[in-house]
């Protein structure tokens, strides 16, 4: 919660409390009435009406119907007012830039898909403001009715200059002054991170992780790359560079140095899509046309198909595919979790999360012998968009801050 004013424990501050308790009730449950907001806060009906009038007053809000088919009086029920902020998040890769508008209750009212396959050097900024303002149109709003963006990309901006670290692959997007230019062309607070982080900050709010402030999340789609989640928060490192796995030296692989200028490294080798696919190839598997992510997630996803259907004709080089995977995989796995002991593994992207459950348990099989931790493996949950839910997820838990203190 943003620092409040006033001393803690004054009238003012108990107020700010009760507000954000009560708002923060009506984002988890939609609609709720006085009295039942009143059971759920601890508060007496009168503090809860003059509460729901205050919050009524400042816009914060709505009264939305009255209960029906109950005995005795119908009761009025209230919800967050979802025009009270809106936000926004984009998605960047190499060949599109996803974007979308959520209001304050979490709801996305537009979104947006600009491709960029072959983008020139220097566009970035246009792009961005292309892809952003197509999803306010979408929502039938201005810029100007934005409270915030978040944008992930692959990599990281390095704190200490500002440039794109670890993304040599995203061309014009490592200017040092590109977040200054971005800053003049976007009239609203802008914040940056790296794209797996936010698929983790998806996974804990709406997805698998829900109620874990200790996992570590594995992507697994045109690259690997990790997202480190220590006591609830997420570590980045010195450089922004916390968890760029992709590069991590494995066992099986060659030694590759100067990794970023080829980027590429060990565990990419040994369980990136190439590897999926040269697996496949090997064992004459068939090889659907498509970018190589896409080729070896539909691979993968048939490999575990096959198994569902228990592994009748022609079985064997399927099993064989995700033993080989599953392998890869906790290879490079148990390299983190010697380091970081984490009581949840995520696995997501569409290379991971393709295998299903009998590549999850394969993995979580051979890790039990590689590592002494041994956490729980889970597919990741969030099935839409992991990256932009992320980015609208951050956006919405720092606007709430703001926007839900009365205590100002």
């Known amino acids: 919660m943003a620092r409040m004013a006033g ?17 923060d009730l009506l984002l988890e449950h939609g609609t709720l009435s006085r009295t039942r907001i009143g059971k759920l806060t601890g508060l007496s009906k009168p503090t809860a009406s003059q509460l729901l009038a205050r919050l009524e007053a400042a816009g914060l809000v709505l009264a939305t119907g009255t209960t029906a ?59 961005v403001v292309q892809a952003l ?8 709003l201005g810029r100007s009715d934005l409270h915030r963006a978040v944008i992930g990309t692959p990599g990281a901006f390095d704190p200490s200059t500002g440039r794109l670290r670890y993304a040599s692959h995203l061309p014009g997007w490592h200017s040092p002054a590109l977040l200054d230019e971005l800053a003049a062309a ?43 989640m220590i006591g609830g928060r997420l570590h980045r490192g010195w450089t922004g560079g916390a968890g760029e796995v992709g ?12 990794v970023t200028r080829t980027n ?18 090997e064992l004459g598997l068939d090889i659907p046309e498509g970018p190589l992510p896409d080729a070896a997630a539909a691979v993968l996803c ?55 459950e009998p590549l999850r348990a394969l993995i979580q099989s051979e890790l039990a012998e590689l590592a002494v931790p041994r956490p729980r493996l889970v597919l990741g949950s969030v099935e839409m968009h992991p990256v932009l839910s992320g980015a609208l997820e951050s956006a919405l838990a720092t606007t709430r801050d703001e926007v839900f203190d009365t205590s100002r």
């Open 69 to 127: 088919g109950r005995p005795g009086p119908n009761a009025q029920l209230y919800s967050v007012n979802p025009a009270a902020a809106h936000v926004a998040g984009l998605d960047v890769t190499t060949e599109r830039i996803r974007a979308a508008v959520a209001d304050i209750t979490g709801r996305t009212v537009g979104s947006f898909r600009l491709p960029t396959p072959h983008h020139r050097a220097g566009s970035a900024v246009e792009q």
């Open 264 to 281: 590429n490294g060990g565990f990419q080798e040994l369980a990136g899509c190439n590897a999926v696919l040269r697996h496949a190839r």
């Open 186 to 228: 976007l009239p609203m607070p802008l914040e940056y991170d790296n794209d797996v982080n936010l698929a983790a900050v998806a996974e804990q709010r709406i997805g698998a992780a829900r109620g874990h402030d200790d996992f570590v999340l594995l992507w697994n789609e045109e690259g690997i790359g990790a997202a480190l």
């Open 302 to 356: 048939r490999a575990a198909a096959v198994h569902a259907e228990g592994g009748e004709g022609g079985a064997e080089p399927y099993a064989e595919l995700l033993a080989r995977c599953a392998t890869g995989m906790a290879v490079g796995l148990a390299s983190v979790v010697a380091v970081l002991d984490p009581e949840l593994i995520v696995l997501a992207g569409d290379v991971a999360v393709a295998g299903g």
């Open 7 to 23: 001393t803690p424990g004054t009238p003012r501050v108990l107020r700010a409390m009760n507000d954000r308790a009560a708002l």
């Open 133 to 140: 303002d197509g999803a306010v149109k979408a929502a039938g």
């Open 247 to 258: 590069f991590l030296p494995v066992p099986g692989t060659p030694l590759v140095r100067n």
